[in-house]
């Protein structure tokens, strides 16, 4: 099997890529630069004469605009990059055959969810264009499954972090301020609660999802093992690398940050349908990150 990956330069697909080399999967990459084959999946010519020109399997599709205040800044370039480059790469999915597109959506689509853990069929409450966007992809996705069977099957994540994460990412600052034994700052008193998982968690979930079929024509939530504060995720994060770093506990940044933002997801699904398990606990996951960030010093 060869595997398209788009968006492969970010933390996710370059996590992704080497999972899958390591398993003997081979990999096309594909991003803006840095790679072989790279181009703007706006650009049709790039899309479907230099990318359909390749021999490929399966597409993983993970090629974003991420950043929400970019994309309140911008919501016409957030449209534009994640719904008409998704809608370009379900397009050459079905001219190519592929055996499997997995389109990366995100738990953002819930919003703020008014029950937890957070289920698949839960009502979507996008809030910012980002969210929106993505509610948009998932609904394109869906429709050439229903209307041409092209199989596609969803991913809807939580907080993912690793190797080659921003440095503005909340794991990432954490190790690197503990590595230094500097304050860690949590607006809100670090109440804001998640589901942290390693991007090799979810490149093992992309993996089992390209060869079931139970996949097909589904949408998946995924973290990590359970709920995770902010606060506690500092503490683990000081504590596995023994740093003396104190917790600066702070209040809110705005009005909208007075309430906690707590969303997890249900693992039900995801066990029930594709027998999907962790690989990496969240700790075995953060004595990773910090390694790499340790080599990065």
């Known amino acids: 099997m060869k595997v398209l990956v788009t968006g492969a330069s970010g933390m996710v697909g370059r996590n992704l890529v080497r999972y899958l080399g390591e398993k003997g999967v081979g990999t096309i990459p594909t991003d803006l630069s840095g790679w072989d084959s790279s181009g703007d999946l706006l650009d049709k010519d790039f899309v479907f004469r230099n990318l359909a020109s ?33 809608l370009n ?29 957070v289920a698949e069929d839960s009502p979507f409450d996008p809030r910012v264009p980002y969210d929106y966007s993505k509610v948009v992809c998932e609904n394109m996705a869906m429709a050439f499954h229903r209307s041409v069977g092209l199989p596609v099957a969803i991913t809807r994540s ?89 917790l600066k506990l702070l209040p809110p940044r705005s009005e909208l940050e007075k309430d906690p933002q707590v969303s997890y997801p249900s693992t039900k699904k995801i066990k029930a349908l594709l027998g999907y398990d962790q690989e990496l606990t969240l700790e075995q996951g953060l004595k990773r990150t910090i390694d790499w960030v340790k080599t990065q010093a």
């Open 54 to 86: 390749q021999d490929f399997d399966a597409i993983i599709h993970l090629a974003a605009i991420t950043e929400i205040k970019k994309t309140i800044e911008d919501p016409a370039l957030c449209f534009e990059v994640n719904c008409i480059g998704t």
């Open 89 to 117: 790469m379900l397009e050459l999915a079905k001219r190519k055959g592929v055996s499997r597109i997995i389109v990366a959506s995100s738990a953002n689509v819930f919003g703020a969810p008014k029950a937890n853990p």
């Open 158 to 246: 939580w907080l993912l972090f690793g190797e080659y994460d921003q440095p503005t990412r909340a794991t990432i600052r954490f190790i690197r301020a503990c590595l230094k034994d500097e304050p860690l700052t949590l607006y809100n008193g670090g109440r804001d609660t998640t589901s942290p998982s390693h991007a090799v968690n979810y490149a093992k979930l992309a993996l089992n999802m390209l060869t079931n079929e139970k996949a097909v024509g589904q949408a998946f939530n995924f973290g990590g093992e359970g709920p995770v504060s902010i606060r506690e995720l500092a503490e683990t994060v000081k504590r596995v690398t023994g740093s003396k770093s104190e």
